[in-house]
Nanobody, 122 residues
Framework: QVQLVESGGGLAQAGGSLRLSCAAS????????MGWFRQAPGKEREFVAR????????VYAESVKGRFTISRDNAKNTVYLRMNSLKPDDTAVYYC???????????????WGQGTQVTVSS
């Protein structure tokens, strides 16, 4: 079982930056694909980014490509999301998730954090 705790959310100005962190408690952190998702009020949860077990491969939603960077430090059991050039549309609760790697399908995210609020003002 993996417990995930997000931190680093807060208020930023448009064009500013924030770095989110997700600390995992499990002993097998490096076995999981890690992802970031976000959900704005009244909207469905959407995929933001994911990173492979080794950290060598990443995938981003088109809306954040070139602005956000996902990374991981397996020695620290931590995943990060660096968010640059923030826009008001980035305002949402951000969740990290741990997924089981699958060869033929997107990861199955079995574990989720509680989320951290990101608010971007104009």
């Amino acid at each position: 079982q993996v417990q995930l705790v997000e931190s680093g959310g807060g208020l930023a100005q448009a064009g500013g930056s924030l770095r989110l962190s997700c600390a995992a408690s499990g002993r097998t952190f490096s076995n999981y694909v890690m992802g970031w998702f976000r959900q704005a009020p009244g909207k469905e949860r959407e995929f933001v980014a994911r990173i492979s077990r080794s950290g060598l491969s990443t995938v981003y939603a088109e809306s954040v490509k070139g602005r956000f960077t996902i990374s991981r430090d397996n020695a620290k059991n931590t995943v990060y999301l660096r968010m640059n050039s923030l826009k008001p549309d980035d305002t949402a609760v951000y969740y990290c998730a741990a997924g089981n790697f699958l060869w033929t399908q997107p990861p199955q995210y079995a574990y989720w954090g509680q989320g951290t609020q990101v608010t971007v003002s104009s």
